[in-house]
């Protein structure tokens, strides 16, 4: 397994461990139970940070190209219809 496959698999399984914290803070009726759930979703958010930093530093992973302003235009105004 490469560095690039092991990183790219913490991060699928990051991804959604986070959705399923999503899912269960949603679901939560315990105020304790939800706060101890919503900090170790923000300690996973940190991680996938993380891995998108090192993914992104080693050439891993490149993002995509910011939005020009008619792109975002055209989405705002789209959704506020």
């Known amino acids: 397994m490469t560095e690039k496959v092991a ?3 913490v991060l699928s399984c990051t991804n959604s461990m986070i959705n399923m914290l999503n ?10 139970f939800r706060d101890c759930l919503i900090e170790s979703r ?3 958010e ?4 993380d891995i998108y ?7 891993y992973y490149v993002p995509a190209a910011p939005a020009g302003q008619a792109d975002i235009e055209q989405v705002k ?5």
């Not at 899912?23 to 304790?32: F, M, V």
């Open 7 to 9: 990183l790219g698999d």
């Open 23 to 32: 899912y269960s803070i949603q679901q939560a009726n315990n105020k304790n």
């Open 42 to 44: 923000n300690r996973l």
């Open 46 to 49: 940190d991680l996938q940070w």
């Open 53 to 59: 930093l090192i993914s992104k530093e080693k050439g």
């Open 77 to 81: 105004s789209a959704i506020s219809k």
